[in-house]
C-alpha cells in the first residue's frame, strides 16, 4: 500500500469537498477520514514494497472467473495478455487463467458453474447473482470463508486494514466473516464517477447557468425545446434508467433507501407521486426523449453526437470523456457536469452508494472447489503491496508510467497513443480501474485519466453531495431473509417500472395513484421494507 501522496491542485479542491461532505453524512455509508498510515520508512512499510517471491515452490496455474471489461477488450482478448499480469505470473510462480464469458451472459454462465460444480479458483461475481447472496454461498459451499487464510497468508492486506479500520465494517458480514477481497475507493474521485451532465455550449448560447432545483432544470429543458423544437432536451437509455436521479429533488430515491437509520421504500412515498407528476410533464411537453425507456445506448449516443440531446446521465470516464473524445472534431461541443436537484430542505443529495468499498460488484471471491486457496489468497496479496499496488493500478514502470518526484505519472505511450483513448491504451499494461479487481483504486490514476478539466470540474460537483439517504451497499440480509426478499421484490420491480412508464405515458391515470400504492402494500412491500431495516440494524452494530 503506497504511503500517502501529494496532490495537484485542483485534486486537493475536490478533497476539500470530500471532507466538508463527509461531515454532513450518515453512519455507515460515508466515513470518509482515512486511517492514520505507519512511517514510509519503518521496517514493515519498506517489508510491503515487495513481497518475497516467487510465491511458490513449483509453478502453479489458477482459475479466474471475470467479465472482461470493455476498457480491455479493446485491446486485448483476455485479462490474462495484459502486461502486468505477465509480470506477476513471472514473479510470482503462479499463472492465472482469466474465463470470461460472453457479455451479458455472466450470471447465466456463472450458475451454470455451480450448477456443474466447475468452479474457478477465483470469482468475480456480485454475491446477488446467487440466489441467497454471500451467506448462502458460504453456507452451500460455492465459497469459502477467508479470515483464517488472510492470517496466515495476506500480511500485506492485514496491514491495509489495520491501517484503515473502517473498512472492516464494509467488507464483512455481520458475524464478522471476510468472504472477499473488495475493491477499496478511499477518495471520492474514485466513487462518485457517475451524474448528469449538459451542453455547456447550449447554456452558454441561450444565457442559461447549470441548474441547481428543479425549477432551472425545467426552465433549461424548456428553452432547449422552445430554441429546436427538433432537440431531445434530456435523454436516456433504456438499461440505465437515470431518469430515477431526479428523484433526489423530494429526498428519496427509487427502491429503498434511508432517513436517519429507517429505511423506506420511494415508491410508496406520497412525494412519490410529485416525480412521476413532474416526469409526465416532461414527457407531455417534449423535454424528456420520448424514446427515454427503449432507447439502447448506441441511440443515446446518436443523439448526443448528432446534436440532438441537451442533457443526460453517464460515467465520468466512459460518457463524458468518451464523448469529449469522440467530438474533438466540433469546436463547438463542450459538456458540463451538473449536480442533482436540490431537495426542498436545501441539500443536494447523491443517489450513488459512495461507499469505501464495493464489495457487491467489484470483488474476488475464494470457491469451495478451488484446491489452492492459501495460494489464491498469497497472489490476491500481492496487490496490497506497493509493488502489487502500483503494477495493476499503473502497470509497467517505464513503458506505462514513471515514477516523478514520488508521483507515478502516466507514460506518453498511455496518455498520447494516436488511436486509443487513455483507458484503452492503458488497457494493455494494466487493469487499471477496469472491472473486477480486489486492490485499492488508486486516485492518482483517476486524476490522470480524467484527462480534460470538465470531468475533474463534474466529479467535485457530484461527490460534494450528500450520500446519507443511501444504504450501505454491504449490509447483508440473512440467507433465509435474501430468499424472501428476492421473491417479493421480483413482483414489484416488474410491477413498478410498468406502473411508473404507463403513468408516464398516460395509459394510466393519475387519479389510481392511491390504488397503485395499495397493491404495493398488498404485495408485501412492508415486509421487504422490515427485511432491509433488520439488515441495516445489524450492519450497523459491526465493530
Known amino acids: ?12 479542491a475536490l478533497m476539500a469537498l470530500s471532507l466538508v461532505a463527509a461531515a454532513c453524512s450518515s453512519k455507515g455509508t460515508e466515513q470518509d477520514e482515512p486511517g492514520k498510515g505507519s512511517d514510509p520508512a519503518s521496517p514493515a512499510a519498506q517489508a510491503s514494497a515487495k513481497p518475497k517471491m516467487p510465491l511458490v515452490d513449483k509453478p502453479i496455474e489458477l482459475t479466474f472467473f471475470s467479465q472482461l471489461d470493455p476498457k480491455i477488450s479493446a485491446t486485448k482478448k483476455n485479462y490474462g495478455d495484459v502486461e502486468a499480469f505477465g509480470i506477476l505470473e513471472k514473479e510470482s510462480g503462479i499463472k492465472v487463467k482469466f474465463l470470461h464469458p460472453p457479455a451479458g451472459s455472466e450470471k447465466e454462465q456463472f450458475n451454470l458453474m455451480v450448477s456443474s460444480n466447475d468452479l474457478a479458483d477465483i470469482l468475480a461475481v456480485p454475491p446477488s447473482y446467487y440466489n441467497g447472496g454471500a451467506q448462502k454461498m458460504l453456507s452451500d459451499g460455492v465459497i469459502i470463508r477467508l479470515n483464517e487464510l488472510i492470517d496466515k497468508n495476506a500480511p500485506n492486506f492485514k496491514k491495509f486494514i489495520d491501517e484503515h479500520p473502517q473498512f472492516k465494517k464494509d467488507m464483512v458480514l455481520d458475524d464478522g466473516t471476510i468472504y472477499a477481497f473488495p475493491t477499496f475507493k478511499i477518495e471520492k474521485i474514485n466513487r462518485f464517477t457517475d451524474g448528469f451532465q449538459i451542453r455547456k455550449d447550449w447554456l452558454d448560447k441561450y444565457g442559461l447557468s447549470v441548474p441547481t432545483t428543479m425549477d432551472e432544470w425545467y426552465k433549461i429543458l424548456k428553452t432547449f425545446k422552445e430554441k429546436d423544437p427538433e432537440s431531445v432536451p434530456f435523454s436516456a437509455a433504456s438499461s440505465n ?7 433526489s429533488a423530494w429526498a428519496m430515491k427509487w427502491d429503498f433507501y434511508q432517513v436517519g ?12 407521486k410529485e416525480y412521476v407528476t413532474t416526469m409526465k410533464k416532461w414527457y407531455d411537453e417534449g423535454l424528456l426523449d420520448p424514446e427515454f425507456a427503449t432507447n439502447d445506448t448506441k441511440k443515446l449516443d446518436n443523439r448526443i453526437t448528432g446534436g440532438k440531446a441537451g442533457s443526460w446521465n453517464a460515467q465520468l470516464n466512459g ?7 469522440l467530438m474533438k472534431g466540433d469546436p463547438n461541443f463542450k459538456i458540463v457536469g451538473a449536480p442533482n436537484p436540490q431537495a426542498k ?12 468499498s464495493a464489495p457487491q460488484s467489484e470483488l474476488a471471491m475464494v470457491s469451495g472447489s478451488s484446491k489452492k486457496a492459501a495460494e489464491v489468497v498469497k497472489w490476491m496479496d500481492v496487490a496490497y503491496s506497493e509493488w502489487g499496488h502500483n503494477l495493476l493500478n499503473f502497470g509497467i514502470e517505464g513503458k506505462s508510467y514513471n515514477m516523478v518526484n514520488g508521483y507515478p505519472k502516466l507514460s506518453d505511450a498511455v496518455m498520447k497513443d494516436p488511436k486509443l483513448s487513455v483507458v484503452n491504451a492503458l488497457g494493455q499494461y494494466s487493469i487499471g480501474n477496469a472491472c473486477c479487481r480486489f486492490w485499492e483504486e488508486d486516485s492518482r490514476l483517476a486524476e490522470q485519466v480524467a484527462t480534460y478539466p470538465a470531468q475533474l470540474e463534474a466529479n467535485k460537483a457530484w461527490a460534494s453531495a450528500d450520500s446519507s439517504l443511501n444504504l450501505p451497499i454491504s449490509m447483508t440480509p440473512t440467507a433465509e431473509e435474501s430468499q424472501k426478499l428476492a421473491s417479493i421484490m421480483a413482483d414489484i420491480d416488474t410491477y413498478n417500472s410498468e406502473m411508473f412508464l404507463r403513468f408516464v405515458y398516460g395509459k394510466e391515470p393519475l387519479s389510481n395513484f392511491d390504488a397503485y400504492q395499495q397493491r404495493l402494500k398488498q404485495m408485501n412491500i412492508e415486509e421487504a421494507v422490515k427485511i432491509q431495516q433488520a439488515a441495516l440494524d445489524r450492519y450497523n452494530k459491526r465493530q
Open 1 to 12: 500500500m503506497p504511503t500517502r501522496r501529494k496532490l495537484k491542485p485542483a485534486v486537493m
Open 241 to 247: 434508467p437515470t431518469w430515477r436521479d431526479f428523484m
Open 261 to 272: 437509520g429507517k429505511v423506506k421504500f420511494g415508491q410508496s412515498q406520497p412525494e412519490f
Open 319 to 325: 460518457g463524458m470523456g468518451r464523448l469529449l473524445d
Open 345 to 356: 430542505d436545501g441539500k443536494t443529495y447523491n443517489l450513488k452508494s459512495g461507499t469505501l
